[in-house]
C-alpha cells in the first residue's frame, strides 16, 4: 500500500482474507489499518522498513505528531547537537552510513532518517501533525481505536508505540529561587529559540550531561566566556570523531560488507566496555580518570570536575568528541564549577559559597522529563490499564496490554540497536499470530515476578520517572538485558507460545 494523503482510507477487503478480521453484516471486521505506528523518529522509520519487507500483506500507517519527520532530530536544534553514539550502530543495519564522521551532528542525523524513509517508500505511508492523545482496545473485535487530537479516529489491529520515552513538550527544570529577578535570557536546550544571539556575551550553563557537555564547545568561539556549573561530575569519555578503521574498511570492502563488519566491531567494543566497567569500576574509573587528565593536563582539576564519586556507568557516560570540551576549558574559553546553587540574582547565579557567577544568559540543560507513549495512556474495553503494575516481555509487549508493542532502547548502547530487534520481533508476533488464527494476542507469566525497574540506571530523569514506568522481571525473557549481542541471539528464538496468550474476537470471523 502507498500511502499519499493526510487522511487513512477506509480499505475494502473481502472477509476471510489475509488476516483482517471484520465485524459487520457478514460477521467480519475490517480495519483501517493492521498496524498503527506511532511515531516517525529513527524507531518508527525502522519500524516501517521491517513491516513492508517482512509482512508485506500488512497494511500499515505511521503517526507523526509533528509536521517533520526525525523525533529527537527533529525537535532539538540548540547549537552542536549530536549523537553520543557511532552511527554505525546507530543507523539502520539496512542502511550503510556513509558519512566520514562517525559522531554526527543531529542535521546530519535528521537527513540520513529523510533519506532513509524516501528510498524505501516509507514516508508514504506518514501521517504527519497526527498527534495522538488516546488508544483504547476493544477484547470484541480485537480492534485499537486512535483517537487523534484533531478529533479523527484510526482503526488497527496491532500498536506499536515508537515514540521513545521523552516528554517533548516539556523538559526537566528545577525550582530555582530567583529565576524572575535574574535581568538575562534564561533557556532551555529543549526549546532553543532560533534568534538567540549569544556573541560576546557571558553564559554559564547548569548542568553536566551531554546536552551540556555538547553545548559549552559548540558555543565557546563565540562568547565572551562560558561556564558549565554542576552540581556534581560527570564520567565523559574522549573518542575520536571520525573512526579510521571504518574509513579503511570501507575503502577495500563492498559497502554493504564493510557496513556489517564496522558495525560488529562497535557493538563488540561498546559491550566489551560496559562489561568491563560493570566488573571492574575502580579500573574503569582509572582509565577515564587517565583519559581527562591527558586532555587536561592537570590532576587537580580532573579530580575537582571530573571525577565522579558514581561507577563508570551508573549512569551514562558522556562523549567528548576529539577531546572537544577538554580542549575548549584548556584555551581559557571555558571553565567548570562544581557547585550548589542558592539562588538565581539579577546580574547571574549566586553559589551557596556566596560566589556571584555573572551571566547574560543562563541555559538550563537539566535534563529531560521522561512520557511513555507520547504521554498516551493505553485503555482496554474502555478501562485504564496500571502500567507500573504491568511486566515488559521480551523488551517490548507489555502484560495486560493486547497486541501492543513498545520500542525502548538500550541506556548503555546505540538506542537503534535494540529498536530494530523489537521491531523484527513485532514482524516475528505477527506472522506468528497468523499462523494461529489469532486475533489478539497478550503477554502473560506463568509464575510470579519479582519486580525491577524497567531503566535500571541511577541517572536523575531515570529516577525521576522510575515509577510511572512498567517493570522487568529478574531475567530473560521478562528482564531488559544491556547485552545487544546477547538479546541478538535469543530474542527472535523465542518460543512465543510460552509467553503468549492467544485467541481469536467473540465476534465470527472466517479465517484464512
Known sequence: ???????????????????????????????????????????????????????PDKTYTILEARSAMGGTWDLFRYP???SDSDLYTFGFPFKPWRDEMSLADGPAIKRYIEDTAAEFGIDRHIQF????????????????????????TITANFLYSCAGYYDYDQGYLPDFAGMADFQG????????PEDLDYR??????????ATAVTLIPAMAPDTAHITMLQRSPTWISPLPRTDP?????????????????????????????????????????????GMAVKQLRDEHLVDEHFSPSYNVWDQRVCVAPDGDLFQTITSGKADVVTARIDRFVPEGIRLVSGEVLPADIIITATGLQL????????????????LPEQFVLLGAMITGLPNFAIAVGYTNASWTLRADLTSRLVCKVLRWMGQQSYTWVVPESRAPL?????????????????????????????????NYMLDAVTTLRTDLGKYLRGGRNTVSTTTP
Open 129 to 152: 501533525d497526527s498527534k495522538v492523545i488516546a488508544a483504547d482496545f476493544d477484547t470484541h473485535t480485537s480492534t485499537w481505536t486512535i483517537t487523534l487530537a484533531d478529533d479523527r
Open 1 to 55: 500500500m502507498e500511502f499519499q494523503h493526510s487522511r487513512p482510507r477506509r480499505h475494502s477487503i473481502e472477509c476471510g482474507g489475509p488476516p483482517r478480521w471484520a465485524v459487520g453484516q457478514t460477521g467480519c471486521v475490517t480495519w483501517d489499518f493492521d498496524v498503527v505506528v506511532i511515531g516517525a523518529g529513527l524507531s518508527g522509520i525502522d519500524a516501517g522498513y521491517h513491516l513492508q519487507t517482512q509482512c
Open 200 to 209: 560576546g556575551k557571558r553564559v554559564v550553563v547548569i548542568g553536566s550531561g
Open 80 to 82: 552542536g547537537i549530536r
Open 245 to 289: 578503521v571504518a574509513d579503511f574498511t570501507r575503502g577495500h570492502l563492498p559497502e554493504r560488507a564493510a557496513h556489517r563488519l564496522i558495525r560488529a566491531k562497535n557493538i563488540g567494543l561498546s559491550t566489551a566496555f560496559y562489561r568491563y566497567a560493570r566488573q571492574f569500576p575502580k579500573s574503569a574509573a582509572k582509565l577515564l580518570r
Open 450 to 482: 519479582t519486580p525491577r525497574p524497567l531503566l535500571d540506571m541511577q541517572s536523575g530523569y531515570i529516577q525521576r520517572a522510575a515509577g510511572a514506568f512498567p517493570r522487568q522481571g529478574p531475567k530473560a525473557p521478562w528482564r531488559m538485558r544491556q
Open 371 to 386: 512520557l511513555l507513549n507520547g504521554g498516551v495512556e493505553p485503555t482496554v474495553d474502555g478501562s485504564s490499564v496500571d
Open 185 to 192: 535570557t534564561i533557556v532551555h536546550p529543549q526549546f532553543w
